[in-house]
C-alpha cells in the first residue's frame, strides 16, 4: 500500500524547513498525501483495530475462531472525503500498534486493492491474486477459470500468509453488475469472511450499500462505518488551522488564519462551500491553491487560485477532470 509521505506537523526538521523556501520543493511536497488528525478518523481506528486483533487471534486459534462468526466492515462515504487516505494511514501506523502490543508485524498483515473502473468480479479477484500474491492469471487462462477457483486460491493466500485485514477500496465500481453477478458476489464476499480468518474493510460511496440490498448475510457479517462530509463548526476551524501550520511556511503572507490566531472566517466560509464540507475536496483545493500561487510568484492564495482546481481561465472543468 501507499506511503503517506508528507510529514505530520511538529514532525517537520529545520532542515525541512530550509528546503521549503525553494518553490520547486513546496510544489513537490504539496502533491503528497498529508495526514490531518480528527475525531471521527480515531474513531474508525478504533473499529478497525478491533478487526485487525480479532484476526490475530483468529490466525493464532483457528479451530476456536471458526466458531465464531468474523465481523468486517463498510467504510462508506461522498466522493472526496478522505477515505482512501484514511486507510491508508491506518496501514502506515498499524505497524506501530504491533511493535507496541509485542506481535511481529509483515507485509502481508494488511493488503490493498483498489477496484479498477468496469471490471467483472472474477477479474477483480484475479487482480487481488496478481497485485498482492504476484500469481498472475490472465486471458484465455482467467476466462477457463471459474470463479469460486480464484476465491478458493485467494482464500488459501490468506490462510497461508495470515493476513489481517484485506481492504477494498472503489467497492462502488461493482455496482453496475447484473442481478446474476450481484449473486456471484455476495457469495464471494460470504465464502471469504466464512472461510479465511481475515476480516474485510469494503471502502466506497454511499451507493456501496445498493449492492447488497436483499441479501441477509449481509447485516450479520458487516458493520457500517460512515465517514461524514464535515459541518461547519469548530472542529472544522480546528482542521484549518492544522492545515494552516503545515503549509505556513510555504506561503508566509496566508491569511488563512488572521494576526489575532483566528481563522479567517470569511476565507473558512468560501472553503467550505466550495468543497461541500468533504475533507478530501478541503485539502486537495487548499493545496492546488498554494501551488498556483507560488506558480504566480505569490505566497498568499485568492479565491481564484482555490478555483484553480476545477476552473482553467475562468472556464469549470468537466466532472471527473483536473487541471494538470
Known sequence: MKKIKAPQIGEVTSSDRERREQSEYAVQIL????????????????????????????????EISSEIRPLSVFLAGEINTGKTTLVTRYENVCEALAKEAGRPYTKYDILYYTTPVRVTLKQMFAGILEENFNIEIRGSALRATHTNTLIARIIKELQEKKVKLLIIDEIQLLIGASQDDK???????????????????????????????????????????????????EE???????????????????????????????????????????????????????????????????EDDYKSVFFVDGEKLKKGKRKQ
Open 236 to 302: 472544522y476551524l480546528k482542521l484549518l488551522k492544522a492545515i494552516y501550520d503545515a503549509y505556513i511556511d510555504f506561503v508566509p503572507n496566508w491569511d488563512l488564519v488572521l494576526p489575532n490566531g483566528k481563522v479567517n472566517g470569511a476565507i473558512g466560509h468560501f472553503l467550505y462551500e466550495f468543497t461541500g464540507g468533504r475533507l478530501g475536496a478541503l485539502i486537495q483545493t487548499i493545496r492546488f491553491g498554494i501551488v498556483n500561487a507560488l506558480q504566480h510568484g505569490r505566497t498568499c492564495p485568492t
Open 31 to 62: 502533491t503528497y498525501n498529508v495526514w490531518f488528525d480528527y475525531e471521527v478518523a480515531r474513531q474508525i481506528f478504533k473499529e478497525f483495530d478491533i478487526l485487525y486483533l480479532q484476526a490475530c487471534g483468529a490466525h493464532n486459534n483457528p
Open 183 to 233: 449473486q456471484d458476489i455476495f457469495e464471494g464476499f460470504k465464502k471469504l469472511t466464512n472461510q479465511s480468518q481475515t476480516r474485510l474493510i469494503l471502502v466506497g460511496t454511499m451507493d456501496t450499500f445498493e449492492l447488497f440490498q436483499g441479501a441477509e448475510w449481509v447485516e450479520e457479517r458487516f458493520r457500517a462505518l460512515v465517514l461524514p462530509s464535515w459541518e461547519e463548526d
